[in-house]
């Protein structure tokens, strides 16, 4: 038997609801309130939460394209909470749960995120732009096509996270981890990474435009496709690295090491290299046209069809395959 609810009834349902949210120092939901939610929006009814203080336990909530801006909802649990659409731009919501729940659409942007977690959330689609994740976790989940860019990424940790397309654009990275995820065709241009694992990571046509790298780890990385364009590059290593048709071009690497590396079509056009490790390394047809070498280690590379250098000194090209 179907119940119908009457336009009074459902007023009055709304009414309890804001009174229970509004107050003069917030409200504390209570175990009815998620359900509450839930009925509410099947009705279709879009509701303005505004500003409003949050303090409680959304689990398993409907608030999918509610209007939350501004709301302070620190360490409120969101547990499988549909947040499809949800405008949260400006929140509060550090220390704050999210796990199981779908914010694919969302917006967040400068929202306040640190020391929150995502364990199986879906975030396809979101708008971060500007948040502060400092110290956040995620974990199982994609965030294809998101939004990061002027992010604070400060001490997150990424655990098998897809971010197909994702923008990194101008994040700050600085001791993120992240573990066995996926960056195909991501952009993190004008991002600084220092001391980062990258190692056998998937990162195929990843952009990396103006970008600063210190002692980060792409070893046995496929980057193939990607742009390291005016990239500053010191004291790290692309080791057995797949780097086919990657792009240099304007860049500056100092104590880099390419040994065994897959360089073919690779573009180091007008790029200063400086104490490069190519031993071993593939660079047939690689264009090094302009290109200022000094203090080069290329044993055993194969150099076949490569185009003209501008500079080279102290250079050590034993056993070189032309």
């Known amino acids: 038997m ?8 459902l007023d009055r349902k709304v009414e309890l609801h804001e009174s229970r949210l509004c107050g003069n120092y917030g409200a504390r939901l209570n175990p009815d309130i998620s359900k509450e939610l839930y009925e509410i929006h099947r009705l279709n009814i879009n509701y303005d939460l505004t500003g409003l203080y949050i303090d409680g336990n959304l689990s398993f909530a409907s608030l999918s394209g509610a209007i ?4 302070n909802a620190r360490k409120t649990i969101f547990f499988a909470t549909d947040l499809m659409g949800t405008d949260l731009s400006g929140a509060d919501l550090s220390g704050a749960m999210f796990d199981y729940s779908d914010l694919s659409g969302a917006f967040l942007t400068d929202a306040n995120l640190k020391d929150t977690r995502f364990v199986e959330t879906n975030l396809s689609g979101v708008n971060f732009a500007n948040v502060n994740f400092n110290g956040a976790c995620f974990k199982n989940l994609d965030m294809i096509g998101s939004n990061l860019r002027n992010t604070d990424l400060q001490n997150c ?14 994040a700050i990275l600085k001791n993120a981890k992240f573990i066995n995820c996926s960056f195909k065709k991501t952009f993190f241009r004008n991002c600084a990474f220092e001391d980062m694992n990258f190692a056998e990571t998937d990162m195929r046509r990843t952009n990396f435009k103006n970008a600063f790298f210190n002692k980060v780890d792409f070893s046995r990385s496929d980057l193939s496709g990607a742009n390291f364009s005016g990239a500053e590059i010191y004291n790290s290593s692309f080791d057995s690295a797949d780097l086919k048709g990657s792009n240099f071009q304007k860049s500056y690497l100092h104590d880099v090491d390419f040994t065994n590396a897959h360089l073919r079509n690779s573009d180091f056009f007008s790029s200063h290299l400086d104490g490069i490790n190519f031993n071993g390394a593939q660079l047939i047809f690689a264009n090094l046209d302009k290109a200022y070498v000094v203090n080069i280690y290329a044993t055993n590379a194969k150099l ?16 070189v395959l032309r």
């Open 304 to 319: 076949a069809n490569v185009e003209g250098i501008i500079h080279v000194k102290a250079t050590n090209l034993n056993n």
């Open 157 to 170: 940790t990424f655990n098998k996270v897809n971010f197909t397309n994702t923008k990194f654009d101008r």
């Open 68 to 71: 939350m801006v501004n709301v």
């Open 2 to 9: 179907t119940m119908t609810i009457t336009q009074s009834e």
